[in-house]
């Protein structure tokens, strides 16, 4: 897939929002430095957050934040790729299905009792997933929210005709190249060796342990990392805790076993 700006026109850019908290769609407008310079090669044709005039597709890229979470929104998703040449995964909701995954672990039919008078019934909640459950991605940006210099990059090698490269390493990686100290050696539940690197291990260069925000990196031994943090006296009640936060609904979690 090549975008190339022409003469014939800008790329034509949608930016869309699904169950989510608009932060990462937020991180786009804060671009405050670079935004005027990428409205002046891109069109933003539908970004409801950010304008009360929208188009509908066909769009050259998508970007969606939120998990999906009704009936409604997989066939807007559907719909959304059908319209569009490349769609981008906006965040760890788009990516997992994000923190409103947790429920998934629940008893959705008993929290309904609980909060309505009547049975609920009408109340459209489905399991909290990923875009990819539903639809093809073609990009996964991950990060509660995202990293503005990502979007930037994304965007960049859309421009010039390349496909965005991921991240293929750990934030331990990130965190040992800026030489921050070891928060998992000081027996901290530090999630940066089984998380995706891309965020320049921005929680540990303020001393706060590593979240797991963007999600497990592809090639963790997540059970030796289990084994270690019960080594340092981690609870499993902590542990699991950890590892169902942001992305408890990715492949590599959803079933996992800390026991």
């Keep these: 897939m090549i975008f190339l700006v022409s003469d014939k026109g800008k790329l034509k850019v949608a930016i869309l929002g699904l169950t989510c908290c608009g932060g990462c769609q937020l991180e786009i407008l804060n671009l405050e430095p670079v935004l005027l310079d990428l409205v002046e090669v891109i069109e933003l044709v539908n970004f409801p957050e950010a304008q009360s005039e929208n188009k509908d597709g066909p769009y050259d890229v998508a970007f969606v934040?939120?998990?999906?979470?009704?009936?409604?929104?997989?066939?807007?998703?559907?719909?959304?790729?059908?319209?569009?040449?490349?769609?981008?995964?906006?965040?760890?909701?788009?990516?997992?299905?994000?923190?409103?995954?947790?429920?998934?672990?629940?008893d959705v039919e008993e929290a309904r009792k609980q909060v309505y008078d009547d049975d609920g019934s009408h109340i459209d909640a489905l399991p909290a997933t990923g875009l990819d459950e539903h639809v093809n991605v073609d990009y996964y940006m991950r990060g509660c929210p995202v990293d503005r210099s990502e979007i930037v990059d994304v965007l960049t090698s859309l421009l010039i005709g390349k496909t965005p490269e991921p991240k293929h390493y750990s934030v331990c990686?990130?965190?040992?190249?800026?030489?921050?100290?070891?928060?998992?050696?000081?027996?901290?539940?530090?999630?940066?060796?089984?998380?995706?690197?891309?965020?320049?291990?921005?929680?540990?260069?303020?001393?706060?342990?590593?979240?797991?925000?963007?999600?497990?990196?592809?090639?963790?031994?997540?059970?030796?990392?289990?084994?270690?943090?019960?080594?340092?006296?981690?609870?499993?009640?902590?542990?699991?805790?950890?590892?169902?936060?942001?992305?408890?609904?990715?492949?590599?979690?959803?079933?996992?076993?800390?026991?």
């Design 173 to 259: 990686v990130e965190c040992k190249l800026a030489e921050y100290a070891c928060l998992l050696n000081e027996g901290k539940l530090c999630m940066g060796p089984v998380t995706n690197a891309g965020c320049k291990a921005r929680c540990p260069a303020v001393s706060v342990p590593c979240d797991g925000c963007r999600g497990p990196y592809d090639q963790a031994n997540l059970e030796s990392f289990i084994e270690i943090l019960k080594e340092k006296k981690i609870s499993v009640e902590d542990i699991l805790r950890k590892f169902r936060m942001y992305t408890s609904w990715a492949p590599q979690y959803r079933n996992l076993k800390v026991i």
């Design 65 to 106: 934040e939120g998990s999906v979470t009704t009936r409604e929104e997989i066939e807007r998703i559907k719909n959304i790729r059908k319209e569009s040449k490349f769609l981008v995964a906006l965040g760890t909701c788009a990516c997992y299905g994000g923190v409103q995954s947790i429920r998934n672990f629940g």
